[in-house]
C-alpha cells in the first residue's frame, strides 16, 4: 500500500509537472499569434518568467523525491525544444 502511494505521488507530480510545461507553451503560442512578435522584450519577459517558475517547480518535486532530476530535465528540454519550433515558425511567417 505504501509503495503504491509513493508511485502514486511520482506519477501526479510529473503530470503536473507536464501539464504546467503545456501551459507555458499555450500562453506563448497565443502570444506569439495576437500580442507580439519573438523580439518583443516583454515576451521574452513572459518567456523567461515561466520558464523560471517551471525549473524551480521541477527542483522541488526533485529534492522532495517526487521524480527524477533526469525526468525534470526532459520536461524542460521538451518544452524549450517546442518553445523553438514556435518561434522558429513565428519566424518564417
Known amino acids: 500500500m505504501a509503495s503504491e502511494m509513493i508511485v502514486n505521488h511520482h506519477e501526479k507530480a510529473y503530470a503536473l509537472l507536464q501539464a504546467d510545461a503545456?501551459?507555458?507553451?499555450?500562453?506563448?503560442?497565443v502570444q506569439m499569434d495576437n500580442?507580439?512578435?519573438?523580439?518583443?522584450?516583454?515576451?521574452?519577459?513572459?518567456?523567461?518568467?515561466?520558464?523560471?517558475?517551471?525549473?524551480?517547480?521541477?527542483?522541488?518535486?526533485?529534492?522532495?523525491?517526487?521524480?527524477?532530476?533526469?525526468?525534470?530535465?526532459?520536461?524542460?528540454?521538451?518544452l524549450e525544444r517546442e518553445l523553438s519550433a514556435l518561434h522558429d515558425a513565428s519566424l518564417r511567417k
Request: overall charge negative; some cysteine; aromatic content about 6%.
Open 22 to 29: 503545456e501551459k507555458i507553451l499555450k500562453l506563448i503560442k
Open 35 to 78: 500580442l507580439t512578435m519573438p523580439q518583443c522584450p516583454l515576451y521574452e519577459e513572459v518567456l523567461d518568467t515561466q520558464m523560471f517558475g517551471l525549473s524551480r517547480e521541477i527542483d522541488f518535486a526533485v529534492r522532495l523525491g517526487l521524480i527524477d532530476s533526469k525526468d525534470g530535465k526532459a520536461i524542460l528540454d521538451k
